[in-house]
T-cell receptor
Framework: GAVVSQHPSWVICKSGTSVKIECRSL??????MFWYRQFPKQSLMLMAT?????????EQGVEKDKFLINHASLTLSTLTVTSAHPEDSSFYIC???????????????FGPGTRLTVL | LAKTTQPISMDSYEGQEVNITCSHN???????ITWYQQFPSQGPRFIIQ???TKVTNEVASLFIPADRKSSTLSLPRVSLSDTAVYYC????????????FGKGTHLIIQP
């Protein structure tokens, strides 16, 4: 099946610094990827839709200037948390769909997640 | 997307069949029903998807009544490794949109 990877798997940073998280589709091309955030003991919340070659679409309440998304190729999307603060500490998960590369399938493939801790 | 309601938690024992029911009274005509499984500190994993009647794959079955206002995920002969959170989602089946996750059901399997 399709595989999505994330890097790093965990990161600890100081308050005020920026952190970049990568999401890669390893064996398929993904014109669209999605970024989610999950706080402890809570469900996943969709943050934004990452579109290859165009601007990302952010969900209501998500600051686009704080969470920068770049989808420069069909296999890579990056999420940069700028000027991170302790309240940004969370589990960040990306997903991708094979989409047009194999005809739309009904399954989204999720990455393993990135645990961000801001001190 | 249609809102879903699931039990917050369920307990069962190894070797038993587990059925988790999800209510989605406002499901739209073009909505599919999809179930995901999530282990702690991992991304969700697709289990099964259906539109109506019954769908079966190598890990689970999905039962959907004619009115589609609910669905039941059936896990045959569960093991300890099936302890996880199970999410029921309804929406377009094409995968072109981000997913809206509800609270999920925390399934705990005991020896």
């Amino acid at each position: 099946g399709a595989v999505v990877s994330q890097h790093p798997s965990w990161v600890i940073c100081k308050s005020g610094t920026s952190v970049k998280i990568e999401c890669r589709s390893l064996d398929f091309q993904a014109t669209t990827m999605f970024w989610y955030r999950q706080f402890p003991k809570q469900s996943l919340m969709l943050m934004a839709t990452s579109n290859e070659g165009s601007k990302a679409t952010y969900e209501q309440g998500v600051e686009k200037d704080k969470f920068l998304i770049n989808h420069a190729s069909l296999t890579l999307s990056t999420l940069t948390v700028t000027s991170a603060h302790p309240e940004d500490s969370s589990f960040y998960i990306c997903s991708a769909n094979e989409g047009a590369s194999r005809g739309w399938s009904n399954e989204q493939f999720f990455g393993p997640g990135t645990r961000l801790t801001v001190l | 997307l249609a809102k879903t309601t699931q039990p917050i938690s369920m307990d069962s024992y190894e070797g038993q069949e587990v059925n988790i029911t999800c209510s989605h009274n406002n499901i739209a005509t073009n909505d599919y029903i999809t179930w995901y499984q999530q282990f702690p500190s991992q991304g969700p994993r697709f289990i099964i998807q259906g539109y109506k009647t019954k769908v079966t794959n190598e890990v689970a079955s999905l039962f959907i009544p004619a009115d589609r206002k609910s669905s039941t995920l059936s896990l045959p002969r569960v093991s300890l490794s099936d302890t996880a959170v199970y999410y029921c989602l309804v929406g377009g089946g094409g995968g072109a949109d981000g997913l809206t996750f509800g609270k999920g059901t925390h399934l705990i399997i005991q020896p």
